[in-house]
């Protein structure tokens, strides 16, 4: 599974716009990018994945460069209520499927 | 419709006690997944379960602890003689599928503290 590294934490101020980065290095060919947030006294819960290129949902964006060796997660417009941790995880294409999590990216978002 | 459950939302138990934590899946997803999230750290994996039978428990510590999903729904997560270093938050992920394209669904939870 690919080893991920991503910033401790980050501030941004209400109504910008949030990127996060993740390098993994040694992703291999079949693992994808996956992104989950966590709130306090909560469980983890999903955001996006991807592959390669870009990625958009309802939520986030992804992007992910030809070489895949980083990602950036873009958090549009954000609110006080992103202000949670998020996770970069490499999720293999085979296995178990198990999480592996890092310590994550604690986002505070100041009003 | 319902989200993953699970029970006791918190447990206080003493050094050397057994404990038992429950997980309710969401309806008919097939994997299930434990894991323990220690404060300031991400979730760890600790075991894995495909209908009823633990597919992968390589993440489980060590033999004090152990899980069981005997009907393939609901699993329940043992702890014998438990130490202070097992003080944590276990947390439970059902889904419906195993692979990239199925995405987990986490509970909210049991913290444990072991005094």
């Known amino acids: 599974l690919a080893k991920t590294t991503q910033p401790i934490s980050m501030d941004s101020y209400e109504g910008q716009e949030v990127n996060i980065t993740c390098s993994h290095n040694?992703?291999?060919?079949?693992?994808?990018i996956t992104w989950y947030q966590q709130f306090p006294s909560q469980g983890p819960r999903f955001i996006i994945q991807?592959?390669?290129t870009k990625v958009t949902n309802e939520v986030a964006s992804l992007f992910i460069p030809a070489d895949r060796k980083s990602s950036t997660l873009s958090l549009p417009r954000v609110s006080l209520s992103d202000t949670a941790v998020y996770y970069c995880?490499?999720?293999?294409?085979?296995?178990?499927?198990?999480?592996?999590f890092g310590k994550g990216t604690k986002l505070s978002v100041i009003p | 419709g319902a989200g993953v459950s699970q029970t006791p939302s918190n447990k206080v138990t003493e050094k050397g006690k057994y404990v038992e934590l429950r997980c309710d899946p969401i309806?008919?997803?097939?994997?299930l997944y434990w894991y323990r999230q220690s404060l300031g750290q991400g979730p760890e994996f600790l075991i894995y379960?495909?209908?009823?039978?633990?597919?992968?428990d390589s993440g489980l510590p060590n033999d004090r602890f152990f899980a069981v999903r005997p009907e393939g729904s609901v699993s329940t997560l043992k702890i014998q003689r438990t130490e202070r270093g097992d003080s944590a938050v276990y947390l439970c992920?059902?889904?419906?599928?195993?692979?990239?394209?199925?995405?987990?669904?986490f509970g909210p939870g049991t913290r444990l503290t072991v005094l």
């Open positions: 040694n992703i291999a060919t079949n693992d994808y």
């Open positions: 995880l490499g999720l293999s294409g085979a296995g178990s499927y198990q999480l592996t």
């Open positions: 992920a059902s889904s419906d599928g195993t692979g990239p394209a199925y995405r987990q669904f």
């Open positions: 309806s008919g997803h097939t994997a």
């Open positions: 991807g592959y390669k």
């Open positions: 379960f495909q209908g009823t039978g633990a597919a992968d």
